[in-house]
């Protein structure tokens, strides 16, 4: 015991609770097998004579009660809501303007939009870990992210185009444009930011009840897992009756396949990055924007080589399932590596260990 009070004294001097060095060894390998050898029922029970042993000096003192759950703020719920709203604005504007003026109104829209988005992201449940991230795991995911927004608003016209000869002029903006623009999936996914907000205070708030009701790492993880799946459920419903509102409203093509891929693999995506899991959302963000990109060039490259080999398969794909196929593909692809990752990770306590005060 001597040794494992050693071995995590920091965890023990830092704890604001016996249940976050219970966390804390989880992360690093003690299970309730380890804790039986020193005669512990579960690591929770050890986790609680490592928190009484440890001397503590200052106002810290022991704190046994369950965690507080996440607060409701107004701030947060209304910097989610932004984000739709503006989307909804641009959308407006983009049906009355014509000429320049749509092209105004449609640069202004997507700044205004990002801007509000990286401010939703930065306050309540979908707010990052406090530690700076690696520059290029930030940078590439930020890059991948935009480049798979911007794929799902412009991507499948261009493929289309690219595919059948074109394209013979610039985006206008109009859905039946010779580059058509696909804005009911951009508003569905804006207008997703709040649905998106609410589900991951909902896993946190559940983790933590969880987490203060479980007496083993194996009844958490047991009693997480649901959890986890029913947030991810109640999200892609939310954004499917989003869908079919925008698609509805706007008259046209609901484009739920590819749309509720991407929304999927970014909603999971953000989730392990909240959770301190920032290595595999980089990696499978950027081998679906990669995928998407190649599906671009191998027709163009095919086209100014005349070797029609290297385009064949996306030709194929295309022409049987459509140019939503490729989006769907590759975000469905890594959206479902990202859940199976996400079932492992984030029904561990270790990944919901607390870290200070509520948000």
């Known amino acids: 015991m001597k040794a494992l009070l050693?071995?995590?004294?920091?965890?023990?001097?830092?704890?604001?609770?016996?249940?976050?060095i219970a966390a804390g060894l989880e992360a690093h390998g003690v299970t309730d097998r380890t804790a039986a050898r020193f005669r512990h029922r579960d690591v929770f029970s050890l986790a609680e004579e490592l928190y009484a042993r440890v001397p503590r000096t200052g106002e810290r003192g022991p704190a046994t009660e369950p965690l507080p759950a996440p607060r409701v703020r107004a701030?947060?719920?209304?910097?989610?809501?932004?984000p739709?709203?503006?989307?909804?604005?641009?959308?407006?504007?983009?049906?009355?303007?014509?000429?320049?003026?749509?092209?105004?109104?449609?640069?202004?829209?997507?700044?205004?939009?990002?801007?509000?988005?990286?401010?939703?992201?930065r306050r309540g449940p979908l707010a990052g870990p406090s530690g700076p991230p690696a520059w290029h795991t930030a940078n590439a995911t930020r890059a991948c992210t935009f480049w798979l927004l911007g794929y799902a608003?412009?991507?499948?016209?261009?493929?289309?185009?690219?595919?059948?000869?074109?394209?013979?002029?610039?985006?206008?903006?109009?859905?039946?444009?010779?580059?058509?623009?696909a804005?009911?999936?951009?508003?569905?996914?804006?207008?997703?930011?709040?649905?998106?907000a609410w589900c991951a205070h909902?896993?946190?708030?559940?983790?933590?009840?969880?987490?203060?009701?479980?007496?083993?790492?194996?009844?958490?993880?047991?009693?997480s897992r649901p959890l986890l799946l029913g947030t991810f459920a109640l999200f892609v419903g939310a954004l499917t009756a989003l869908l079919v509102m925008c698609g509805t409203v706007l008259h046209e093509s609901v484009a739920s396949p590819q749309t509720l891929a991407l929304g999927a693999l970014l909603l999971l995506a953000r989730l392990l990055t909240v959770h301190h899991h920032r290595h595999a959302?980089?990696?499978?963000?950027?081998a679906a924007a990669a995928t998407e990109a190649v599906a671009l060039a191998l027709p163009t490259v095919a086209r100014l080589t005349g070797w029609a080999v290297?385009?064949?398969?996306?030709?194929?794909?295309?022409?049987?399932?459509?140019?939503?196929?490729?989006?769907?593909?590759a975000c469905g692809t890594a959206a479902l590596a990202l859940l199976l990752h996400a079932v492992r990770t984030l029904t561990q306590a270790s990944a919901h260990a607390p870290t200070g005060a509520p948000e």
Request: hydrophobic share 50%.
């Open 6 to 20: 050693h071995r995590h004294r920091e965890l023990c001097e830092q704890a604001v609770d016996s249940l976050e």
């Open 75 to 82: 701030d947060w719920v209304l910097l989610t809501l932004l």
């Open 84 to 121: 739709g709203a503006l989307g909804t604005a641009t959308v407006a504007g983009l049906r009355l303007a014509h000429g320049q003026p749509r092209l105004l109104t449609a640069l202004a829209g997507i700044l205004a939009v990002a801007l509000a988005t990286r401010a939703a992201l």
């Open 153 to 181: 608003l412009l991507g499948d016209g261009l493929l289309h185009a690219v595919v059948t000869g074109g394209p013979d002029a610039l985006p206008t903006g109009a859905p039946d444009g010779p580059w058509p623009t």
């Open 183 to 196: 804005t009911t999936p951009a508003l569905a996914l804006t207008l997703a930011c709040a649905p998106a």
């Open 202 to 223: 909902l896993l946190t708030a559940g983790a933590r009840r969880r987490l203060a009701g479980s007496r083993g790492l194996e009844d958490f993880t047991a009693a």
């Open 281 to 286: 959302p980089a990696v499978l963000l950027g």
């Open 310 to 329: 290297p385009a064949a398969p996306v030709r194929t794909l295309v022409h049987a399932w459509g140019a939503a196929a490729v989006p769907a593909l």
